[in-house]
């Protein structure tokens, strides 16, 4: 399976001995540092796999302005992730802790009464002046060992049997070995390279998303000096004296995002809180075991997620800005579980683990449940200042309009109507702009129309613009008018303008002659 087992590391690194410095108010969950601790008892790296010493920020690099349009897609780029590592021991131990090639013999001893393979190891026989010599362990599990030497290791591989052979047989053969390397991190000196994934959870204000998640891969560098290199065939040369390791800094552009704005005020783009990352995938490179080069769905606890790969194994740090701490440390805390993070210590989580058997993952033995650590931590999260801020577009004010002015009608009190009927008024327009008016002519008086006496509708109403200045409005008689006015010579009328867009009506009483 894919075991956190690595750290990833930036800045120069000072002596191995330097004590640990702080990274800028991030904390992590980190857990091949917490192996280190061992090695710097007075002040470990990591305590309870967590470390202060990874420095974080996530800015945007461009500082031109952003407008948040309610319900128009508003993009989010230029962002880039730093990460610098204050404090590079646990990357001088991975250099240190670097195996080299391991021989196994497995069988059934020669000289052993019973049928049971055995797996041999060179011990030291106290029997024979301390003597190397090949042996095995006869006791069952949890109990004291129990070992058997046979022969001499100088004289050759074991001596093995096979089932149906008896136990002191002339004819056995020699064990064949198994050839593995141990774990590699960093095997060698000089310059190194290696992949990098890393996940940012970014939170966003008055926005229908509220939180995304922004994958990005890279690369880390590291570069390692020793003046006797170790190698897979003299590994005791990685630990035999002092070594140097500078790691540069990992600066990542970190991919474009579009968000919607709501409307319910600015957008602010920052790192978002505990748990904003969601369900990742990472993956592990470089053993051909399994469980091993497999994808493997994890939850993690924080708000960035920095996946380094080594030569064998990935490498994780889940991230907050602020502090971590043990809040029960009667829940588990293997590497399995850290790597899960946020799902239940006991149940499997089905979200999480290979994405082939939801659930579960695959190591060399058997079936495991993808549990996490859920309840093991405590977060203390520090909101940090924004990373962008898009500000809504502003309000139009309207500029207030000076009041219109009404029309004035023409003086005279009398009108002739045209042989078909059409009045024409004489009226000015005080104001700058064209004005529209509601036009409406009535009789003053009463009058019989059929039956009853009513006041009758001289014009139709109807809509008319006036334009500025000295102007003419005509408007045309109703076949009522026309007949009344030919019956009476005269007809008394009024005539009102009403403003459409509100206001005092303008009233004038005319004299309708009959020409």
């Not at 889940?318 to 579980?337: F, L, M, R, T, W």
């Not at 579960?360 to 801020?389: C, D």
Request: with cysteine.
């Amino acid at each position: 399976m894919l075991i956190p087992v690595a750290v990833l590391a930036a800045m120069v690194a000072a002596s191995p001995s330097t004590a640990s410095a702080d990274g800028n108010g991030w904390s992590c969950i980190s857990p091949f540092a917490n192996y280190t601790n061992q090695t710097y008892p007075n002040d470990p790296p990591a305590p309870s796999h967590i470390i202060d010493s990874l420095a974080i920020s996530v800015t945007r690099t461009d500082a031109s302005p952003l407008t948040a349009v309610p319900g128009q897609p508003l993009a989010l780029r230029d962002l880039r992730l730093t990460a610098s590592f204050t404090d590079t021991r646990p990357i001088e131990q991975m250099y240190r802790r670097t195996g080299g090639i391991g021989v196994s013999y497995r069988g059934i001893p020669r000289g052993q009464e019973e049928d049971t393979s055995r797996t041999f190891a060179q011990r030291a026989n106290p029997a024979d002046n301390n003597v190397l010599y090949w042996s095995y362990n006869t006791a069952a599990q949890g109990q004291p060992a129990v070992y058997v030497y046979t022969e001499k290791a100088a004289s050759g591989p074991p001596q093995v049997r096979t089932a149906d052979q008896p136990k002191d047989t002339p004819d056995f053969t020699y064990a064949t070995p198994t050839v593995s390397l141990a774990h590699r991190y960093l095997s060698h000196t000089g310059n190194s390279q290696f992949p990098l994934d890393a996940w940012v959870a970014v939170a966003a204000s008055n926005t229908a998303e509220g939180v995304q998640t922004l994958p990005v891969k890279g690369y880390w560098s590291v570069n390692v000096k020793d003046a006797t290199p170790g190698s897979p065939e003299t590994p005791a040369d990685y630990t035999n004296d002092t070594v140097t390791v500078t790691v540069q800094d990992v600066v990542l552009d970190l991919p474009r995002t579009n968000w919607t704005p709501t409307g319910a005020g600015p957008v602010e783009f920052s790192i978002a809180g505990p748990g904003g990352l969601g369900v990742i995938q990472v993956e592990s490179k470089g053993y051909d075991r399994v469980g091993y080069n497999s994808p493997l769905n994890i939850r993690p606890f924080g708000s960035v997620y920095i996946r380094a790969q080594t030569e064998s194994y990935g490498s994780s740090n889940d991230c907050i800005p602020g502090g971590i701490s043990v809040v029960n440390s009667a829940i588990a805390a293997g590497q399995a579980g850290l790597l899960f993070g946020d799902a239940d210590p006991v149940n499997a989580d089905p979200a999480l683990g290979d994405p082939a058997t939801p659930g579960a993952y695959t190591t060399g033995s058997g079936a495991q449940k993808a549990i996490g650590t859920r309840g093991r931590f405590g977060f203390s999260f520090t909101p940090l200042p924004a990373i962008a801020v898009a500000a809504l577009p502003p309000v139009a004010v309207p500029i207030a309009q000076p009041a219109a002015k009404p029309v004035i009608l023409a003086s005279g009190t009398t009108a002739k109507p045209t042989s078909v009927g059409s009045v024409t008024l004489k009226l000015t327009n005080p104001n700058a702009t064209a004005s529209r008016y509601k036009l409406a002519v009535k009789t003053v008086s009463k009058y019989k129309v059929g039956k009853t006496k009513k006041v009758v509708t001289v014009a139709a109403g109807r809509t008319v613009t006036v334009k500025p200045g000295a102007t003419s409005l005509k408007f045309s008689l109703s076949k009522t008018a026309k007949t009344l006015l030919k019956t009476r010579k005269t007809l008394k009328v009024k005539v009102t303008l009403t403003p459409v867009g509100g206001g005092s009506a303008v009233t004038k009483t005319l004299t309708l002659k009959r020409a």
